[in-house]
T-cell receptor, first 113, second 116 residues
Framework: DTEVTQTPKHLVMGMTNKKSLKCEQH?????MYWYKQKAKKPPELMFV???????INESVPSRFSPECPNSSLLNLHLHALQPEDSALYLC????????????FGNGTRLTVT | AQSVTQPDIHITVSEGASLELRCNYS??????LFWYVQSPGQGLQLLLK??????LVQGIKGFEAEFKRSQSSFNLRKPSVHWSDAAEYFC??????????????FGKGTLLTVNP
């Protein structure tokens, strides 16, 4: 069982839809991350939140909008996505930003039609 | 430029055989080093990490890794592979990207197949 919980597990959305991915951890970690993983590829960093503030944005298109409502929650709001955005979206957390091991959730498998 | 290399895209071993997965990095200082494992459709699970100290580190599931500074390597080993070890293995390196900031870079991964 993972200590980082992601919902939903699977999501199918059209290009005009608005949806959100959710991530929750209760380990007291102060850094949270969104990664995107295409098939047979390593995870690619999208965003990092440190102490609830956006620390890193890896030049991600604005159709992806992260939000960190509190230290335990991380959301990723999706709007007007493209089919090439279909991927496994992984959330992770760590005690502090990158200076400690990352704990990953099981991901949300997103399909954009 | 900072980089992580896993030279083997796919490795096949027989159950019970020993395993070594290779990882090399390019960085001017000693980074933080990790090995993660990913089963199909799952997230990544940390196997082990090296920050400092003893260069031979023990992890979960019977895995170990050795940091060799002279070779800029952090190879993962297991003396006897089990069928359940079949998965994708990622080496990851946290390197200083400026000031007190670190950035985690993943290798491209090695897919392990275990034959009965």
């Amino acid at each position: 069982d993972t200590e980082v919980t992601q919902t939903p597990k699977h999501l199918v959305m059209g290009m005009t839809n608005k949806k959100s991915l959710k991530c929750e951890q209760h380990m007291g970690h102060r850094a949270m991350y969104w990664y995107k993983q295409k098939a047979k590829k390593p995870p690619e960093l999208m965003f990092v939140y440190s102490y609830e503030k956006l620390s890193i944005n890896e030049s991600v298109p604005s159709r992806f909008s992260p939000e960190c409502p509190n230290s335990s929650l991380l959301n990723l709001h999706l709007h007007a996505l493209q089919p090439e955005d279909s991927a496994l979206y992984l959330c992770a957390s760590s005690q502090v930003e990158f200076d400690s091991p990352l704990h990953f959730g099981n991901g949300t498998r997103l399909t954009v039609t | 430029a900072q980089s992580v290399t896993q030279p083997d895209i796919h490795i096949t071993v027989s159950e019970g055989a020993s395993l070594e997965l290779r990882c090399n990095y390019s960085y001017g200082a000693t980074p933080y080093l990790f090995w993660y494992v990913q089963s199909p459709g799952q997230g990544l699970q940390l196997l082990l990490k090296y920050f400092s100290g003893d260069t031979l580190v023990q992890g979960i599931k019977g895995f170990e890794a050795e940091f060799k500074r002279s070779q800029s390597s952090f190879n993962l080993r297991k003396p006897s592979v089990h069928w359940s070890d079949a998965a994708e293995y990622f080496c990851a390196v946290a390197m200083n990207s400026g000031g007190s900031n670190y950035k985690l870079t993943f290798g491209k991964g090695t897919l392990l197949t275990v034959n009965p």
